[in-house]
């Protein structure tokens, strides 16, 4: 069965800390991994990670992709107030003729002033 | 187009009734999505349009849920005789075909709930 795992579940820390979120997965016919933040309303588009070893940024975000370890990281330096959120991390498989999105259960982050 | 917008946001209705939503995509996107979302949970897949056709369709989606995208625009979806389980964020989302890497991107959301 396809799945995806984040960890940690939840996380709090204080403004400037670093953080690190992670999303492992086992899933057949690999596509791609997304990474979405989620305040309170829909999901955010990160990143979309296809390639192995390449970091993408944005900010003081940044996401990179072991493939061959099946697992991705999201970093955030610096972090913020405004940076507390759900972060989740999907990963989009080939089933058939069609193609789905695996999502995992989130990483809830609180980051204290 | 400032991206996918979906009506009404809020929904409060009772136990029996019937609810609709509609999802207006990114005019590009030929691929529309709808998901069910509740608290604590990540989005669950419901179905999915390419153009008018639907092509999946989630198990979740039980005989009471209908969804149609009869142009290939806007899309609604009809929850009928609604229980108190229906209550969720209900997501619409869009994406192009081919090249995008499934890169979807999400509307606002739709909450319902049943009382």
């Known amino acids: 069965e396809d799945k995806v795992v984040q960890s940690p579940l939840s996380l709090v820390v204080h403004e400037g800390d670093t953080v690190t979120l992670n999303c492992s997965y086992e899933?057949?016919?690999?596509?791609?991994l997304l990474w979405y933040k989620q305040e309170k309303k829909a999901p955010t588009f990160l990143f979309m990670l296809?390639?192995s070893g390449i970091e993408k940024k944005s900010g003081r975000l940044s996401s990179i992709l072991d493939k061959k370890e099946l697992f991705s990281i999201l970093n955030i330096t610096a972090t913020q107030t405004g940076d507390s959120a759900v972060y989740l991390c999907?990963?989009?498989?080939?089933?058939?003729?069609?193609?789905?999105?695996?999502w995992g259960l989130g990483t809830s982050l609180a980051v204290n002033p | 187009d400032t991206g996918v917008s979906q009506d009404p946001r809020h929904k409060i209705t009772k136990r029996g009734q019937n609810v609709t939503f509609r999802c207006d995509p990114i005019?590009?996107?030929?691929?529309l999505y709808w998901y069910r979302q509740t608290l604590g949970q990540g989005p669950e897949f419901l179905t999915y349009?390419?153009?008018?056709?639907?092509?999946?369709k989630s198990r979740l989606l039980s005989d009471r849920f209908s969804a149609e995208r009869p142009k290939g625009s806007f899309s609604t979806l009809e929850i009928q005789r609604t229980e108190q389980g229906d209550s969720a964020m209900y997501l619409c989302?869009?994406?192009?075909?081919?090249?995008?890497?499934?890169?979807?991107?999400f509307g606002e959301g739709s909450w319902l709930t049943v009382v």
């Open positions: 989302a869009s994406s192009l075909e081919e090249g995008s890497g499934n890169t979807i991107y």
């Open positions: 005019s590009e996107h030929n691929r």
């Open positions: 349009f390419q153009n008018e056709a639907q092509l999946e």
């Open positions: 899933v057949t016919n690999f596509r791609s």
């Open positions: 999907a990963v989009g498989i080939n089933a058939g003729n069609n193609r789905k999105l695996i």
């Open positions: 296809t390639s």
